[in-house]
């Protein structure tokens, strides 16, 4: 029940196309859904989050939207660039607390030139 | 801009050694983390910790895992005995306080066990 799942686990897309990464989770305790980038050799950097009280949140290029009825979210990035490709992790948490993450098994983006 | 930095860099080890993985958190954080990411695999909680103990903790966090905050900067992990299994990157992060939920990673330590 704790578990994020994420597809698909790598994507290639055309240089100005649309990268769609999709989350499914089981815990409808979880309040809080961010999407982390992490480029080789480096920690996850966080990209954009959502709460479940909005259906979608935009923050430039990147999108997430919100099923909660579905228990899904996904992530959209319009325009994908070269200097998009990383890998993406999903994850959940709950509570304001010690709100530990529970992570998806990341998505591994190339965006071709 | 405040980041979350780690020492070293990467550890190679001999199994059975101990080892001691470093982590100096944001400044005003208030709950510190440490996972772990196995290579090509998904990042894994190990444990969280505030108010000096730990709030939460893994099944991975067995007895061989410990956590301290020996002064007011910085945030241990310690291996007491390491295995080859123990291989992986150890990501510190760390979060304000209960008012956010958005959390800082460090850029990690690669730990490699012969």
């Known amino acids: 029940q704790q578990q994020v799942k994420q597809s698909p686990q790598s994507l290639i897309v055309q240089k100005g196309g649309i990268s769609i990464i999709n989350c499914a989770y089981e815990n409808t305790a979880f309040d809080y859904f961010p999407w982390y980038q992490q480029f080789p050799g480096k920690g996850p950097a966080l990209l954009i989050a959502?709460?479940?009280?909005?259906s979608e949140k935009k923050e430039g290029r990147f999108t997430i939207s919100f099923n909660k009825s579905a228990k899904q979210f996904s992530l959209h990035i319009m325009d994908s660039q070269p200097g998009d490709s990383a890998t993406y992790f999903c994850a959940a948490s709950q509570g304001s607390g010690y709100s530990t993450l529970t992570f998806g098994k990341g998505t591994m983006l190339l965006v071709s030139p | 801009e405040p980041e979350v930095t780690q020492t070293p860099s990467h550890q190679v080890t001999q199994m059975g050694q101990e080892v001691i993985l470093r982590c100096v958190p944001i400044s005003n954080h208030l709950y510190f983390y440490w996972y772990r990411q196995i290579l090509g695999q998904k990042v894994e909680f190990l444990v969280s910790?505030?108010?000096?103990?730990?709030?939460?903790k893994s099944e991975i966090f067995d007895d061989q895992f410990s956590v301290e905050r020996p002064d007011g900067s910085n945030f241990t992990l310690k291996i007491r005995s390491t295995k080859l299994e123990d291989s992986a990157m150890y990501f510190c992060?760390?979060?304000?306080?209960?008012?956010?939920?958005?959390?800082?990673f460090g850029p990690g330590t690669r730990l490699t066990v012969l």
């Open positions: 959502i709460r479940p009280d909005v």
């Open positions: 992060a760390s979060k304000t306080g209960t008012g956010s939920n958005e959390q800082f």
């Open positions: 910790f505030y108010n000096n103990e730990i709030s939460e």
